[in-house]
T-cell receptor, first 115, second 115 residues
Framework: AQTVTQSQPEMSVQEAETVTLSCTYD???????LFWYKQPPSRQMILVIR??????QNATENRFSVNFQKAAKSFSLKISDSQLGDTAMYFC????????????FGKGTSLLVTP | EAGVAQSPRYKIIEKRQSVAFWCNPI?????LYWYQQILGQGPKLLIQ????????DSQLPKDRFSAERLKGVDSTLKIQPAKLEDSAVYLC?????????????FGPGTRLTVT
């Protein structure tokens, strides 16, 4: 079974600063995907960034980037130039890549961006 | 492209009553997922459909929960009878299995309160 652990229940960052959210996972498989999802208050979950395990290059999407350490089974999310709209729950998720498997989610990190 | 639709958005019922949730996935998405998100936790898969067939329902409490996707499009999740611990947000997601990434798109969720 695959497990996802997010050890930071809550984090806070000031506008324009950089913050890093941590995620570790456990699997014996070699082919998988890792995701960060954002869930704003009372709004639906949206995909922030995706990383394929076979790719060594870290994924980047505008202000969002990941640090993927496959050997350490670590997948952190860095948010640069934080904006008030980044305030949300952030979930790290794992999925096997062979087919349409469901996502295994961590418990989430609540991020508050302050002025 | 219209997103994943869910209704109702909110529901309050008393324990031992019945309730049903509806989901309409993105057009053309053959795979549909129902997740349960209890407050303070990440979403947990209840059931996954591929067209109108069940792929995974191993975490569905079958003594009280049921789900169907009769024509391979819309889906209904039912709880009968409800318990206090069923209070949660029920998320529906869909994905296109033709895409290697199997990216999942989430609906807004139905927030269920059982009193």
């Amino acid at each position: 079974a695959q497990t996802v652990t997010q050890s930071q229940p809550e984090m806070s960052v000031q506008e324009a600063e950089t913050v890093t959210l941590s995620c570790t996972y456990d699997t014996s498989e070699s082919n998988y995907y890792l995701f960060w999802y954002k869930q704003p208050p009372s709004r639906q979950m949206i995909l922030v960034i995706r990383q394929e395990a076979y790719k060594q290059q870290n994924a980047t999407e505008n202000r969002f980037s990941v640090n993927f350490q496959k050997a350490a089974k670590s997948f952190s999310l860095k948010i640069s130039d934080s904006q008030l709209g980044d305030t949300a729950m952030y979930f790290c998720a794992f999925r096997l890549s062979n087919s349409g498997y469901a996502l295994n989610f961590g418990k989430g990190t609540s991020l508050l961006v302050t002025p | 492209e219209a997103g994943v639709a869910q209704s109702p958005r909110y529901k309050i019922i008393e324990k031992r009553q019945s309730v049903a949730f509806w989901c309409n996935p993105i057009s053309g998405h053959a795979t549909l997922y129902w997740y349960q998100q209890i407050l303070g936790q990440g979403p947990k898969l209840l059931i996954q459909f591929q067209n109108n067939g069940v792929v995974d329902d191993s975490q569905l409490p079958k003594d009280r929960f049921s789900a169907e996707r009769l024509k391979g499009v819309d889906s209904t999740l039912k709880i009968q009878p409800a318990k206090l611990e069923d209070s949660a947000v029920y998320l529906c997601a869909s994905s296109n299995p033709r895409l290697l990434s199997y990216e999942q798109y989430f609906g807004p969720g139905t927030r269920l309160t059982v009193t």
